[in-house]
């Protein structure tokens, strides 16, 4: 899967590309300061990051250039600030984009996967996600358990994904709904209860556990 580490200090711009990174299949990690930013860029191994300018504790521009010392990470810039100078600087300090705000977020995905094309090494695993015995293929829409074929609904083929996308994490039931069904579905939050049941009638195995457990009061996680 595809770690992002999203840099970002405004809190409701921040949301909205995490959830619509998630959303396209990426694993996402927010920063909100440059100090942690870099941190965490420096610490951990990621596939792409998304680089603020105008940063609390650090600014962009410098965060970037602390990292170019030592990786040689994607950054692409986000920023309000977009006259020459501003986008000089950037390159300079090693991005390899620019893309100013406001954006739409097809033109950001559509960046990502231009510069991802000529950097991540190809992986036949890549369109794959596994957990345990079953393997999704994210190309096909083939979901498998014991290399026997599984077959869900959308519905169902979607959740199973959030979950698996997000293994270890507990998603509460509005989580999944804005993920499965949308911002604007008009469904009740029970809905998520009843796919999580045929989930588990189609998937779990007699005598074990559930591979979706419920965490009572906040939602539903798959745990290794």
């Known amino acids: 899967m595809t770690k992002v580490l999203l840099v970002e200090d405004e809190v409701n711009m921040a949301k909205f590309v995490e959830l619509e990174l998630e959303h396209e299949g990426f694993l996402v990690t927010v920063a909100v300061d440059g100090r942690i930013g870099l941190e965490l860029a420096l610490e951990q191994d990621w596939d792409i990051i998304l680089l603020d300018i105008m940063l609390p504790e650090l ?12 990786k040689d990470t994607p950054v692409i810039m986000l920023t309000a600030r977009d006259t020459i100078i501003d986008r000089v600087s950037g390159l300079d300090s090693g991005a390899d984009d620019y893309i100013p705000k406001p954006f739409a977020i097809e033109e950001l995905l559509a960046r990502m996967r231009s510069i991802l094309r000529r950097t991540k090494p190809e992986n036949t695993e890549k369109d794959k996600l596994i957990y345990r015995d079953i393997t999704v293929n994210l190309e096909s829409c083939i979901v498998k358990r ?11 083929y979607d959740l199973l994904v959030a979950f698996m996308q997000n293994e270890n994490r507990v998603l509460s039931r509005d989580v999944l709904l804005d993920r499965v069904w949308g911002y604007e579905a008009v469904v009740e ?9 045929y989930l588990r009638n189609k998937l779990d195995k007699p005598k074990e556990d559930s591979i979706i457990q419920t965490v009572r009061g906040m939602g539903y996680v798959m745990r290794k």
Request: charged share 40%.
């Open 59 to 70: 600014n962009g521009i410098e965060v970037c250039r602390r990292l170019r010392n030592a």
């Open 146 to 156: 014991d290399e026997t074929v599984v077959e869900l609904t959308k519905r169902e």
């Open 189 to 197: 939050t029970n809905v998520v209860d009843v796919y999580v049941r």
